[in-house]
């Protein structure tokens, strides 16, 4: 009864009350056809001292002091340790949700900081409170489109990653919304005059992503050209923030659905990460989400409120403009640390370190007759076609603890035996050039 604190004594008080003989009789109204007569098949319960155990052995088995050069959404980047230090403080142990403003201003503060780097980031004029990912932002920012053009076609890069895209199919399908793929060019690039064949008077949005799942890096002034020449909004799409610190913001587009988990955010299990939906003035009133803003109380005193909270919990459900909970506040705490602490020539530095390190990765694979499939410019990231068995490279990599890139069949049949490397600081001299040795075929 250690976590349920409702006895046995309290359960049949309820029942009492309620005018019931037990539990059961809850369910009476669900026909005996639709119930499972069998208990259900999962393993007997552990006690706690089991679990913890169970845990440990999970943590001794999750490649532990790994070099990786796995990417494709996902960056594994030095953390400053002053990161953990502060999320620890107790100014941030306020309500999850910041109703109530008198009693949750370090959360307030922190959210409206952290919308205000993400504008300076990205060359939008505001910036919502969060999302759950990077993918969900991106089928949030192509609903938002949606409303605004009141159109029902999308146009999607087929560059962009694909579980984005699956996301959005998801979002979309009971929605009569048509979504067509843009192809991509040899370079690895959005092919520029197939999406301007694609885009149309029905289209709503088009959607780009840059540096692309290929790690090439897209022209945002040309796609956006081609969005605007028919009316529909450019939706600047992007999974590695990092990539700020050198590339252009994509001030060309009118909504940027961006991951923030490059900001100081562990790669963790693949999760919990922190979405970005930053957008022109002009469509405030569309951003769903949360907003916090900046104010003066009756004394004068500067302090903070949500501003803008287009949500089911806060408005008639009719006019909401986001059903799930737009917020993830602790992670976006983190990259609001992350961008505190780098600042603009430390984000700078970081991203200058990512494409040495990877220019040296596709030089060493280049002189070693791995064939790199793309010649776009690129950030840290690329398609490469191995000389031997990738299973076989997977194998040896993993052997000498070494996580690989990523195989590319499932996601582009079209491919074949390819795979996505990705190289950040992160990654050791010597663990690049034992990865350059093993897609090579060497011993």
């Not at 910036?127 to 993918?135: T, W």
């Not at 009118?254 to 955010?265: F, K, P, R, S, T």
């Not at 939906?277 to 569309?286: F, H, P, S, T, W």
Request: proline share 5%; with cysteine; aromatic share 6%.
């Amino acid at each position: 009864m250690r976590y349920l604190p409702k006895s046995e004594p309290i359960r049949q008080a309820m029942l009492a009350e309620l005018g019931l003989a037990s539990a059961d009789d809850l369910f009476a109204h669900i026909p005996e056809a639709c119930r499972l007569q069998r208990p259900l098949r999962l393993a007997a319960g552990m006690s706690e001292p089991e679990i913890l155990e169970f845990f440990r052995a999970a943590a001794r088995d999750t490649a532990p002091g790994h070099a990786s050069f796995l990417g494709a959404g996902a960056y594994h980047h030095h953390r400053p340790v002053l990161i953990d230090a502060l999320i620890s403080r107790g100014e941030w142990f306020t309500a999850y949700t910041p109703y109530q403003p008198e009693i949750s201003q370090g959360t307030l503060q922190a959210i409206f900081e952290f919308q205000t780097m993400i504008c300076q980031l990205t060359g939008m004029d505001v910036a919502n409170a969060s999302m759950y990912d990077g993918s969900t932002a991106m089928a949030e920012a192509a609903l938002m489109a949606l409303r605004l053009t009141r159109r029902d076609r999308l146009v999607v890069a087929r560059s962009i990653h694909p579980h984005y895209r699956e996301v959005l199919a998801t979002y979309v399908h009971r929605q009569g919304v048509k979504i067509q793929e843009a192809a991509t060019g040899a370079d690895g690039r959005l092919d520029l005059d197939a999406l301007s064949a694609a885009v149309d008077d029905t289209t709503a949005a088009v959607l780009v992503q840059s540096p692309n799942f290929f790690g090439c890096i897209e022209d945002w002034e040309q796609a956006a050209a081609a969005a605007h020449a028919r009316g529909a909004l450019l939706i600047a799409v992007i999974a590695e923030p990092i990539s700020l610190g050198l590339l252009a913001p994509p001030e060309a587009a009118d909504i940027v659905a961006m991951e923030a988990q490059g900001l100081g955010i562990p790669v963790g299990f693949g999760g919990p990460y922190a979405g970005v939906l930053a957008a022109r003035e002009k469509y405030l009133r569309a951003l769903p989400g949360r907003l916090a803003g900046e104010t003066r109380d009756s004394q004068g005193r500067r302090g903070y409120v949500l501003t803008l909270a287009t949500r089911e919990q806060h408005i008639r459900r009719e006019k909401a403009t986001s059903n799930i909970c737009t917020n993830q506040a602790l992670c976006a705490l983190m990259a609001s640390i992350f961008m505190s602490v780098m600042g603009r020539r430390g984000l700078r530095e970081l991203a200058e370190q990512n494409l040495a390190k990877a220019a040296y990765a596709r030089r060493g694979l280049a002189a070693a007759g791995v064939e790199v499939v793309f010649s776009g410019p690129a950030f840290h990231e690329m398609v490469i076609r191995p000389r031997t068995d990738l299973a076989a490279v997977e194998r040896k990599l993993l052997a000498e603890k070494i996580l690989p890139g990523l195989p590319l069949r499932r996601y582009y049949p079209e491919l074949g035996e390819t795979a996505l490397v990705c190289v950040t600081e992160a990654a050791p001299r010597a663990a690049i050039d034992r990865m350059i040795a093993a897609y090579a075929g060497k011993n």
